[in-house]
């Protein structure tokens, strides 16, 4: 089997990223979107989708390279290619793009690529990618709700009654207003918790930017850092998530000694090289590969062993398109212990519309993992053409 061809298609949609004042839904990346392309000579594609700057990862997957290697595109490097042989293609792709890649959007592009050709590879082997990578070890797991802060405590309530209702045992609130006030911080957080009762999971994730999602004010010192771990430990929190800046490895490690919440990080790291410093300095209790970011499914597998030997969890950052959702999915299964996996209540119509996928919701909070051949997500073709403008 050889790889023919390797398209990136930019989406354009209508809404743009946004929390609310009151309880209606917040909206993630609704105004671009990127989806890969990996067609065969068999008949077999896979596809996946990246969260990234997508015009310009356009240009690196499928743009003018350079004859150097090192500066090469990444379609160039995959035509020809037997789709199956998923880590030499990762090796050279990364090889191939080194000057001006190894993290960010040259690893967002290889991390799309690199689950599409796992999608190929467990196709053509006619089994569903959890298998392909080893085996089933469940068939359900727990789906938490993960949405942005709300500005009022009224709003938080309403907002997670809602998740109740619809059959959630688990939510995560993040980013939005949170950091701007620290009284009102712990308003919505205490407001939330009494909304959700005593038995349902809480997560938090502050954001690591100063004073949230603006960008503005100031970074939190680690006493600072511990303080707000401390006091959200007040109201049986989770896990308190992605809230140091991502180089500070060291500042990781020092709050996670120090704080009563377990610490979950990871969306912001990527390669095995990176996530085995990130794991053996300590840094969190929970380690968060983002599949569309890390280096896609070879990297994360690898990182599923590097958590075990840890003796720490995972659970992969997926806030994106049900493509990322079905990808998680699939190496949840695989892990010796699942805890959640995390589900966008958020998408906007351009997310939402792009794959259709039947992950529905028990009554008991759990979402069942496809078995069949890939990962059981379906791109919906129509939607695609009518949003694409390359
Ligand atoms: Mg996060």
Known sequence: MRITDVEPILLRGETSYHATAGAAEATDNGDWQLLVKVSTDEGLTGWADAETLAPAAVAIIAGQGMSILGFRTLKDLLIGEDPRDTARIWDKLYVGSAYYGRRGIGMQ???????????????????????????????????YASTLFRETPEAMAAAARGYVERGFQAVKFGWGV?????????????????????????????????????GEGRPRSRREAIAM????????????EDFIHPERFDE???????????????????????????????????????????????????????AEEAGIDLVPHSWLTHLLTGYSLQLIATLPRARFVEFNVSQSPLTKGIARASFDLAPDGTVGIPDTPGIGVEVDIDFVNAHRVN
């Open 109 to 143: 592009c290889i991390s799309a690529i690199d689950n599409c050709l796992w999608s190929i590879r467990s196709q053509a082997a006619g089994v569903s990618l959890a298998r392909m990578l080893g085996g089933r070890r469940r068939d359900r797991v727990t789906a």
């Open 178 to 214: 949170f950091g701007e006030d620290p009284g009102r911080d712990r308003e919505l957080v205490s407001a939330a918790r009494a909304a959700l009762g005593p038995a349902r999971h809480l997560l938090v994730d502050p954001g690591w930017y100063p004073a949230g999602w603006k």
């Open 229 to 240: 771990c401390e006091w959200l430990a007040e109201y049986g929190v989770g896990w308190v």
């Open 252 to 306: 990781y490690a020092a709050v996670r000694a120090a704080s009563p919440v377990p610490v979950a990080a990871g969306e912001q790291v990527a390669t095995v090289w990176e996530f085995e410093r990130f794991i053996r300095q300590g840094c969190v209790d929970v380690i968060q590969p983002d599949l569309s970011r890390c280096g896609g499914i070879t990297v994360a597998a690898q990182v599923a062993r590097l």
